[in-house]
């Protein structure tokens, strides 16, 4: 059964570079063309914000707001892939969630079925002096 | 970017009775491209629906999706007291590649 788990600080100070990485187990990073990996924020009592996804093989989909500060990398020798965003202000603060995005081609006009499953158990980063 | 709008806010009902989530997008979508998730307090959300009908692997039939174009709809058909928890539809766009949430609905149990 496929399982992730996020790790890193869980402090960071405005202006610096908020890093996470998340371990794969239970099955190959590289295993299939429909796995790609993405990261999921949560700010405190609030709702549900996708970051961004990569695939196995380096390309990567970021949600245009958070373009410039972002960026993701995989590492298909341990398992894992991970998150980069620069310049962190107050508004950072989040539990971060590293998650499997599934994109399934269901053979319609180029259409893919697309979710989130499984996710990571999720990580507050907290931004603060 | 493709807009969410879920409603109710907040769901209040007793156990047994049926539970009617919506979610409207900006733009019409493929249902292929709409997924629903239930978020229990401190926990990570879960995968109930995708393609905007097909229940997750292990989820209670008495979960469904429906909905096609701009309107979709999330149904528990006999609430338990389990089902307490917020509900959030997302959607995927191919231009840009991108996933947007709804703000979600959250549902008592009395």
């Known amino acids: 059964q496929l399982q992730l788990q996020e790790s890193g600080p869980g402090l960071v100070k405005p202006s610096e570079t908020l890093s996470l990485t998340c371990s794969v187990s239970?099955?190959?990073?590289?295993?299939?063309?429909?796995?790609?990996w993405g990261w999921i924020r949560q700010p405190p009592g609030k709702g549900l914000f996708w970051i961004g996804s990569?695939?196995?093989?380096?390309?990567?989909y970021y949600n245009p707001s958070l373009r410039s500060r972002l960026t993701l990398s995989v590492d298909t020798s341990k398992n894992q892939f991970s998150l980069k965003l620069s310049s962190v202000t107050a508004a950072d603060t989040a539990v971060y969630y590293c998650?499997?995005?599934?994109?399934?081609?269901?053979?319609?006009?180029?259409?893919?079925?697309?979710?989130?499953?499984?996710w990571g158990q999720g990580t507050l980063v907290t931004v603060s002096s | 970017e493709i807009v969410l709008t879920q409603s109710p806010g907040t769901l209040s009902l007793s156990p047994g009775e049926r539970a009617t989530l919506s979610c409207r997008t900006s733009q019409s979508i493929s249902t292929s491209y709409l997924a629903w998730y239930q978020q229990k307090p401190g926990q990570a959300p879960r995968l109930l629906i995708y393609?905007?009908?097909d229940r997750a692997t292990g989820i209670p039939d008495r979960f469904s999706g429906s909905g096609s174009g701009t309107d979709f709809t999330l149904t528990i058909s006999s609430l338990e007291p389990e089902d307490s928890a917020v509900y959030y539809c997302?959607?995927?766009?191919?231009?840009?590649?991108?996933?947007?949430f709804g703000q979600g609905t959250k549902l008592e149990i009395k």
């Open positions: 239970g099955g190959s990073i590289t295993s299939s063309t429909t796995n790609y």
């Open positions: 393609g905007a009908s």
């Open positions: 997302q959607q995927y766009s191919t231009s840009p590649s991108m996933y947007t």
């Open positions: 990569i695939y196995h093989a380096g390309s990567t």
């Open positions: 998650v499997r995005d599934q994109r399934i081609l269901t053979g319609y006009r180029g259409f893919t079925l697309n979710w989130f499953d499984p």
